[in-house]
Structures are given as C-alpha cells and as structure tokens.
C-alpha cells in the first residue's frame, strides 16, 4: 500500500472513529437537555406505548422510559416521547433524533450488527402469532393455507410469516402495510383473513377491534420476539444504564421491594437490598454507572418494580389479561433475571 493510499485510510479511519464518538456522550446530553427523548409507538399500543386523550403516556415501554429520567435526574417526568412507525424508528435511533427506542422492538442479530445499536436488556418475551374471525372456524395456523395475511412491512413479522408458511409448505397472499394503523383498518375491513404480529400486539389490538369477542388468537406461537429497548453503539455509559433501569425493575421484584414499601425496604437489615436502595456506606454503584446513589429508589418509589408494572400494563390488572408465562422472574419459571446489582 502506498503512502497516499496508506494516508487515505488512516484518515478515514480517524473520521470514523470521530463519527463513533459524536454519540458517546448521551448521558452527558442528556444531562444538558433535561429530559430523556425516548422513542415510542406511533400508533398507540395498548399496554407498551399509548397516549390518552388528554395526552398522557403509558405501557410497559413507556414505564421504561420513565424508570431512565428516574435514574438520571430523580424525576420519572422528565421524558418527551417521540411517536414513531415502523419504518421510522431506527433512522430516529441512528440519527440522534431520540436517546432511547422503547417502542416494542425484538432484539436481533442483524440489528445488533448491521444498524449500528445494541440491546441488552429484554422487558417483554414474545413470539409472533395469527388472529383470525372465529367464524372462519379455523383453530391452528397450519389450517390457513390459501389465507389472505395482513402483516406490517419493515418488521421481522413479514420475514417470520414467510418462513413459516414456506416451512410448512403453505400457500398465503401477503396484505402488507406501511403503518400499524393501516394494517389495523385493512384486518377490520375484512380485506385479510388473518391479521399476524407479535402475539402482545395481537392482545392489545382486538380490544381496538369494534367486536373483540368475534375474534381469536391461534395457539401457535411461530418465532422469538425478545422486546426491548435499544441504543446507538459505541455509547457504553448510557447503554449500562438503560439496561440497568429495566435491571432495577426486575431486581426489586425479586427483593419484594416495591412502591408501596421502599421507603421501609431502606432499613432492611439485608446487605443486598441496602446496596440495591443506596443505604450502604462506601458503595459507587451510581457513582460508576454516572448517577445518583439513589437511582435505584427513585425508579422503584415512582415507576415501581418489573412486576407492578406488567400486571398494571399488561397483567391481570389491566383489559389485556396477558399471563406472565415466559416474562415471569426465573425463580418462578420466567426468564425475567436480573444480573447482581453490587
């Protein structure tokens, strides 16, 4: 390689490396700026992302959102939520649109290493499922051939339905859409037979429908989905702590810390739990992830634990009814763990 050449490289290299920086500091921005930008679902999903009438957000992503200002600035209301598409969310993530995508997207491996973002934490385990009318009698996904299938573009639903109906040597005609919403009117227009997204998504939008109960969720369940927030690479700091905000979450509920008990949990005698709630002398768990020693609290007094938060969003608390299943804590026969906070 000659010396020109050899030049041209390294300087590329250095602009590269330079690119890579100009997203390290989110922590920093977000610091600056007051709030957390978080990326959410454009089109209201009921019991991750969606907003009232009177503009207020919820869901379980959006208590996600909230937990990350709790840690940074002790505050649960210092986030602005970007509604986005499908489509849209990741240019957002790339571009420095929003800090956070909490918009119920599945953690990938060409979205780890082709997008430019990293996940690590999962708040939501799903899988991809069909709702049909329970008028056309069918009771399997593998009775569906020759079926008209609504499905979103962009996602990883439209690459799962076709390989599964590939695999199972099944004829389909794809009904694809831009938008959820769109997706949405088409399956209630009865211009698809069956309407395919993660099976969550499928639980939130029948209570849209005008008649839930004419409509049923096939028992298959013909993917993995993990769900959970992601983050622009090479950006280390703000990835520990979004992760160790859903972490938190989760680690409270195995602590038996909640809401409604933090306040007395502070002067438990447990060493782990004092740790966890920022009552141990010498510590710098907050110090190291860039916080307040109390990051902890402030998400479980004001957001609550990983369990408060499912069964208000999605659980038995809420019009979803969704059992935990696979989102219980592992102790329980989940996959909900968080790593020791200490």
């Not at 420095?96 to 430019?116: F, H, K, M, P, Y």
């Not at 996904?141 to 609504?150: D, F, Q, R, Y």
């Not at 009552?279 to 004001?302: F, R, S």
Request: with cysteine; glycine share 10%; proline share 3%.
């Amino acid at each position: 390689m000659n010396k020109k050449l050899l030049s041209g490289v390294l300087g590329a290299a250095v602009l590269a490396i330079g690119a890579a920086g100009a997203h390290a500091g989110t922590l920093d921005d977000v610091k600056a700026k007051g709030f957390v930008q978080c990326g959410v679902n454009g089109a209201g999903l009921a019991g991750f992302g969606a907003q009232d009438s009177s503009g207020n957000w919820s869901g379980l992503d959006v208590d996600l959102c909230k937990a990350i200002a709790a840690a940074v600035f002790g505050d649960a209301t210092k986030v602005k939520y970007t509604p986005l598409s499908a489509k849209d969310r990741f240019p957002a993530l790339q571009s420095g649109e929003i800090d956070v995508l909490a918009r119920n997207t599945t953690w990938s491996a060409s979205r780890d290493s082709q997008l430019g973002f990293d996940f690590r934490a999962v708040n939501y385990y799903d899988g991809q499922g069909f709702m049909v009318r329970s008028s056309i009698g069918v009771k399997s996904a593998l009775e569906l051939s020759g079926a008209a299938v609504c499905v979103q573009s962009g996602t990883t639903t439209e690459l799962n339905l076709a390989d599964y109906f590939k695999a199972n040597k099944l004829e389909y005609k794809p009904v694809v859409f831009e938008k959820q919403e769109e997706v949405d009117a088409a399956y209630q227009a009865g211009r698809c037979d069956v309407y395919t997204t993660d099976q969550s998504g499928l639980y939130s939008i029948r209570l849209s429908l005008s008649n839930p109960a004419e409509h049923v969720i096939l028992p298959e369940i013909i993917s993995k989905e993990p769900l959970g927030p992601a983050v622009r690479q090479n950006d280390s700091k703000w990835f520990d702590v979004v992760s160790y905000a859903h972490y938190a979450m989760v680690a409270a509920e195995e602590f038996g810390v909640n809401s409604g008990n933090v306040d007395e949990m502070v002067k438990s005698e447990n060493p782990d739990i004092k740790r966890f709630l920022g009552e141990e002398k010498d510590q710098t768990i907050g110090k190291d992830l860039g916080l307040d020693e109390k990051w902890a609290y402030n998400i479980i007094k004001q957001v609550g634990n990983y369990g408060d938060s499912f069964e208000r969003n999605v659980g038995e608390g809420s019009n979803l009814k969704i059992k935990r299943g696979l989102n219980a804590l592992w102790s329980k026969g989940g996959l909900q763990y968080a790593p020791p906070i200490r």
